[in-house]
């Protein structure tokens, strides 16, 4: 075999490995931005949840000074 195929195929398994590391690298960026994504989601949902909370109790202490 050439050295010139040697070459060729040592650059092309280097590509391919470095390929296959950026690629798992991506996936893990991808699952934590995901997971921060939902987080944030999760957050803002709880946080819209208690202020509705808090609207109603306040809707409600006001009707019960309202009837006494």
Same mark, same amino acid.
């Given at each position: *075999? %050439? @050295?010139? +195929?040697?070459?060729?195929? %040592?650059?092309? +398994?280097?590509? $391919?490995k470095?390929?296959?590391? %950026?690629g798992?690298?991506?996936? !893990?960026?991808?699952? +934590?931005? @995901?997971?921060?994504? $939902? *987080?944030?989601?999760?957050? $803002?949902l !709880?946080?819209?949840? !208690?202020?509705? *909370? #808090? ?5 409600? #202490?006001? #009707? ?5």
């Open positions: *075999m %050439s @050295i010139q +195929k040697k070459s060729l195929i %040592s650059t092309l +398994k280097t590509a $391919k470095a390929n296959v590391a %950026s798992v690298v991506a996936n !893990a960026a991808d699952a +934590k931005g @995901i997971k921060g994504v $939902k *987080m944030v989601k999760a957050f $803002k !709880a946080r819209a949840r !208690a202020a509705r *909370m #808090n609207r109603l109790r306040l809707a409600n #202490n006001h #009707n019960q000074a309202l009837l006494s």
